[in-house]
């Protein structure tokens, strides 16, 4: 099994409750980065598992276990947008010049059907396992509704979502909702500090405080490259190519890109009136050299401007234009022209 994470332990024993009464499909919701991606797959393992320990653990050793963990389980199916499949199986190719889909399509879920009507080969359940669902396209999201109002016996539908709102209200009513949350910070950072994490404080705060975000950052999957190429450049306001930047940070979600830009303009005003920086203490003499040369006022102007986008983040209706705007704003401030 993967990890249980310290802080999905009570949800471990939410799910154990639940598994006496099983319905056909549950939903877990809740914030990016905490894990509910394994917190599914391990369920699913346990299902599937034919002797789970007395916590309803999968035991990892088991024939069931052995083909679950080699990924070729025939009573399982994990459905993602190919776009995802794609970075897992192959992490350091160029994905980014093939473009493979974000959305999960009709016929992923319509390949399904094949699968809900066979009976199980190891005479347990069968689980497929939508992540996230709310990749699904409408005719994906109307293929799974069909399949959960007339559910087959001894099959689990389990949908992870980051952004339930997006699903239909028909399938989110069909499914039993599990709710997670993002765990308090104090237990985060002690997670990451025996992760060995260095600097897990400030780390967390880049990533939004969702622990997981920050070991992907650490390991140098995708979002690291945002969050340093952003970096980089404020450093350099100078050969700053807003519209270029603009460009590749579309594919961070827009809150997280304004929030280190708040961090980023935080530690400039900080600097300039105290002489310490709290969020990017190695780039220190860049922040230094950076501030002595702006206005504070015009400083202040700007950390104003983030707030407002900040709030308009939720749905804004062109990301790439916002960052722009935002980069070319950055560079007035503290280039002054
Ligand atoms: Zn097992």
């Not at 994470?5 to 006496?20: D, H, K, N």
């Not at 276990?65 to 190719?93: K, M, Y």
């Not at 669902?133 to 005719?139: G, Q, T, V």
């Not at 559910?151 to 039993?176: D, N, W, Y």
């Amino acid at each position: 099994m993967k990890e249980v994470y310290p802080w999905q332990e009570g949800l471990w024993e939410r799910w154990i409750e639940l598994r006496s009464r099983l319905p056909h499909a549950l939903l877990l919701k809740g914030p990016q980065g905490t894990g509910k991606l394994d917190f599914a797959m391990n369920i699913s393992q346990a299902m599937l598992c034919e002797s789970p320990n007395s916590r309803g653990m999968a035991c990892d050793s088991c024939s069931s276990c052995h083909w679950f963990l080699q990924g070729s389980h025939p009573d399982f199916r994990l459905i993602q947008p190919e776009a995802l499949t794609d970075s897992v199986d192959a992490p350091n190719e160029e994905n980014s010049k093939k473009k493979s889909s974000q959305q999960i399509s009709v016929d992923q879920i319509r390949a399904l059907s094949d699968f809900s009507n066979l009976s199980s080969h190891r005479g347990g359940y069968r689980v497929v396992l939508i992540h996230p669902s709310e990749a699904m396209n409408i005719s994906a999201a109307n293929a799974l509704l069909k399949m959960l109002e007339e559910p087959s016996e001894g099959m689990l539908f389990i949908l992870v979502a980051h952004k339930f709102q997006h699903l239909l209200p028909t399938i989110i009513s069909r499914c039993l909702t599990i709710a997670t949350a993002m765990p308090s910070p104090d237990v985060s950072i002690k997670w990451l500090e025996q992760k060995g994490i260095s600097n897990p404080m400030n780390k967390l705060a880049w990533a939004c405080f969702a622990p997981l975000q920050v070991i992907r950052m650490e390991s140098g999957s995708d979002i690291s490259i945002d969050f340093q190429s952003l970096f980089d450049s404020l450093e350099r306001p100078d050969t700053l190519d807003a519209t270029a930047l603009a460009e590749q940070l579309q594919r961070t979600e827009p809150a997280k890109v304004i929030l280190w830009l708040q961090q980023w303009c935080y530690d400039l005003i900080s600097v300039k009136l105290t002489g310490t920086s709290r969020f990017m203490q190695e780039k220190h003499k860049s922040l230094a050299s950076i501030s002595a040369n702006s206005d504070l006022i015009e400083l202040l102007r700007f950390q104003k401007e983030l707030k407002v986008a900040k709030r308009e983040a939720q749905h804004p209706l062109n990301a790439g234009l916002l960052f722009e705007s935002l980069l070319l704003s950055y560079r007035q401030t503290v280039m002054g022209s």
